[in-house]
């Protein structure tokens, strides 16, 4: 499994300090048709090194992808930011024994008050999408699933994205709909992703491995739409 440290941290919000997990590399056997990684070895593992890769303020709960040293937070930042955490829905149920996407839920909350591009909060909801898979809570599964969605709508609407990550985040947009099924939605986002890559295979022969999931995943979009 990818090896596991810890690196004394301290919050950027409330000063705390505390130990943190950081992890190394590791080895994953390929990636689900969401893109999530999978793992050798025991399910919960998986889970441990996806969930690592955030760092949540036990104090707190502020919470970034981020490595604590690197951020500086605004004085509007900190009260706004202090603000919603107090008031958040899910952190105040869950808090007191977090489950292991309480973490991206909470840097979700913490990015939209630092102003996060729409496609890393996406980003953030997807990999909390994977989190409850692995750990079977599905219909949180779902609520993340959508929310990833209308992130990289807003996403690819407003953020100009080019190049791959054009092709990935409309890819997804068609993949998440799929799973949420609406199929027929999926199909026409399977198309623009097609036609987004169409341009970009010629210079990043690298993405042959999508063109070819986008092919299948229309496959099975239209037996399920059938
Ligand atoms: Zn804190």
């Known amino acids: 499994m990818g ?43 998986g889970t441990r090194l996806i969930r690592d890769a955030i760092t949540m303020c036990p104090a707190c709960s502020f919470s970034a992808a981020e490595d604590f040293s690197d951020l500086d937070l ?34 979700e909350v913490c990015g939209q008050e630092r102003g996060l591009r729409f496609r890393e909060l996406g980003d953030l909801c997807l990999r909390a999408s994977w989190v409850c898979r692995k750990e079977r809570e599905h219909p949180f599964e779902s609520t993340f699933q959508l929310r990833a969605l209308r992130y990289f709508i807003r996403a690819l609407r407003e953020e100009g994205l080019h190049g791959r990550e054009l092709s990935l985040t409309t890819y997804l947009v068609g993949e998440l709909n799929r799973r949420l099924g609406n199929h027929r939605e999926a199909l026409n986002w399977y198309v623009n992703a097609e036609r987004t890559l169409g341009d970009e295979l010629g210079r990043d022969a690298g993405l042959a491995w999508l063109d070819r999931l986008i092919s299948e995943q229309s496959k099975l979009a239209r037996e399920q739409a059938a």
């Open 3 to 45: 090896e596991l440290r810890s690196v004394r941290t301290r919050c950027p919000l409330c000063g705390h300090i505390f130990r943190a997990p950081r992890v190394g590399s590791y080895v994953t056997v390929g990636r689900e048709t969401d893109l999530c990684p999978k793992f050798p070895g025991r399910q919960s593992d």
């Open 74 to 107: 605004t004085v509007d930042e900190r009260y706004d930011i202090e603000e919603r955490l107090r008031e958040d829905g899910l952190l105040k149920v869950f808090r007191a024994s977090p489950p292991p996407w309480l973490a991206f839920h909470a840097a």
